[in-house]
């Protein structure tokens, strides 16, 4: 995936892009247990990643306590990238997607990140 950014001239997204696909993929292999499957797209400004999987349940923000060894992928996706969301596909399950800027990342997305207690590299 990295390779194809760097391709398209998106090499500042390729931390972001491939901490989300990791998150999201995760959550369909370890909640959905169906295949899944991954989908770039590229409009005007925006790159829009999809994680398609066979389950209809969706995916929410939660805040997990401090001894809780997970639930944090989706508060991950929600700080590093510009929007996230759920669009069902009826008996076919769903895609969970998320969108990334094109430019360079504004200094609020390290506001984000630090409310969960992370920071930029």
């Given at each position: 995936?990295?390779?194809?950014l760097?391709?398209h ?13 990791s998150?999201?993929a ?96």
């Amino acid at each position: 995936m990295s390779t194809l950014l760097v391709a398209h001239d998106l090499s500042s997204l390729v931390d972001d892009v491939q901490l989300v696909v990791s998150e999201l993929a995760t959550n369909a292999m370890r909640h959905a247990r169906t295949p899944y499957s991954v989908v770039l797209r590229r409009f005007d400004e925006t790159l829009r990643l999809e994680v398609l999987d066979g389950w209809c349940a969706e995916p929410s923000l939660v805040t997990p306590g401090p001894e809780d060894e997970g639930g944090r992928g989706v508060s991950i996706v929600d700080a590093v990238s510009r929007e996230w969301g759920v669009t069902p596909r009826g008996t076919a399950g769903k895609s969970v997607w998320a969108e990334f800027d094109t430019e360079a990342p504004a200094a609020a997305d390290n506001e984000h990140l630090s409310a969960l207690g992370m920071k930029a590299l």
